[in-house]
């Protein structure tokens, strides 16, 4: 292969690239003529978008309301007046009497009634006071007499052992019917309420023996005198 068939192509390839851009630019004047002719442009023109004017509105303030009017004030009455009446006595005339002196054929006497002689007024019966309740008959009280079935048993306080207190309390005891003591005071105190209290318990543990009167037993106050003392 000779050298002269290698560079023709390299030789083609250069003047293809020289005269290429002037081609080009004949091409596309060409082209234009041709749209031209044809009315491509004219219709390229017209597809175009047109120019759109816009205008901002800007709003309109609302209006202020108006402020009510002041309605006018209705007047007040005025206070009615105070007007004094006057009454007038007027005197009626007086019926004049019609005396009819004719008696009538329809009147008929009546006898004035005789008088008759005072009342005496009966004194009202007193009521007789009622009778007052019977009130139950108290025990009688002995002072001798009294037996026993079980005597007191005398419990001395430790305290007043300790304290050294003596003393006499009598005690005045209710016997009921069955010889039982339903209930004792202290008559004479001792001196001491210890003392005082040991006497009235022991009498209340006391058995009696029923007090008898026309053969039935009767419910009595007996006096029992306790004694304490210290033994030396």
């Known amino acids: 292969m000779s050298s002269a068939a290698i560079s023709y192509p390299a030789l083609a390839w250069k003047r293809i690239k020289r005269i290429g851009p002037l081609g080009a630019i004949l091409l596309l ?42 309605q006018p004030v209705a007047p007040t ?6 007007v004094a009446v006057v009454k007038k ?3 009626p005339p007086r019926p004049t009497a019609v005396v009819n002196n004719t008696p009538s054929e329809a009147a008929i006497s009546v006898p004035a009634p005789a008088p008759q002689p005072p009342q005496r007024e009966e004194p ?3 009521a007789a006071p009622a009778a007052p309740a019977a009130v139950p008959a108290q025990p ?27 003393g006499k309390s009598i005690i005045r005891v209710l016997i009921n019917e069955k ?5 004792a005071e202290v008559q004479k105190s001792s ?10 318990q022991a009498v209340m543990r ?8 026309d053969g039935k037993p009767m419910p009595v106050f007996a006096i029992v005198p306790i004694n304490f003392q210290l033994s030396n």
């Open 77 to 82: 009455p005025a206070a009615p007046k105070t």
């Open 140 to 166: 009688r009280t002995i002072t001798s007499g009294v037996e026993y079935i079980q005597p007191p048993d005398v419990r001395y306080p430790a305290v007043s052992k300790r304290m050294g207190e003596e």
């Open 29 to 70: 004047h060409v082209a234009f003529f041709w749209a031209l002719k044809s009315g491509l442009i004219h219709q390229a023109a017209q597809a175009m978008p047109k120019e759109i004017f816009a205008s901002f509105i800007t709003p309109e303030k609302a209006p202020e309301p108006t402020p009510p009017k002041p």
């Open 179 to 183: 010889g039982r003591a339903e209930r």
């Open 89 to 91: 006595n007027i005197t």
């Open 206 to 213: 006391a058995l009696f023996k029923p007090y008898m009167e």
């Open 191 to 200: 001196g001491s309420s210890r003392l005082d209290d040991a006497a009235r």
């Open 124 to 126: 009202a019966a007193v």
